[in-house]
């Protein structure tokens, strides 16, 4: 079972950058797609970004509308790490950001994006966004 944990999450002003990355250990199957998610106070779980699937050369790059432009999703493979870049922030990407893989154990919470479902969560880090 994967284990995944952010770190990089913190507080900034709009218009500036974050970086967060992903440490992941456990068994991730070699071709699972990886990705980030987030969630804002009140609302749903959702896709940030995706990598499917992770560590070859044909993998696909998945977006969320709202990010498109802004955030880009990267994997260091040797590292075993996912990162996500974030620019030009603004106060609606305030959230908590999640690390997930590709998976669906049973009784957790399965979320699509990407074309796949996603089910082994990190424990979230908080972006904050002030105006």
């Known amino acids: 079972q994967p284990r995944l944990v952010e770190s990089g999450g913190g507080s900034v002003q709009a218009g500036e950058s974050l970086s967060l990355a992903c440490e992941m250990s456990g068994y991730i199957h070699p071709s699972s797609c990886l990705g980030w998610f987030r969630q804002a106070a009140g609302k749903e779980r959702e896709g940030v970004a995706a990598?499917?699937?992770?560590?070859?050369?044909?993998?696909?790059?998945y977006y969320a509308d709202a990010v498109k432009g802004r955030f880009t999703v990267s994997e260091d493979k040797s590292r075993n790490e996912i990162y996500l870049q974030m620019e030009s922030l603004k106060p609606d990407d305030t959230a908590i950001y999640y690390c997930?893989?590709?998976?669906?154990?049973?009784?957790?919470?399965?979320?699509?994006?990407?074309?796949?479902?996603?089910?082994?969560w990190g424990q979230g880090t908080l972006a904050l966004i002030s105006s």
């Open positions: 990598i499917c699937p992770r560590g070859g050369n044909n993998n696909r790059l």
């Open positions: 997930a893989s590709q998976g669906t154990p049973h009784g957790s919470l399965l979320i699509k994006f990407g074309g796949a479902y996603f089910g082994y």
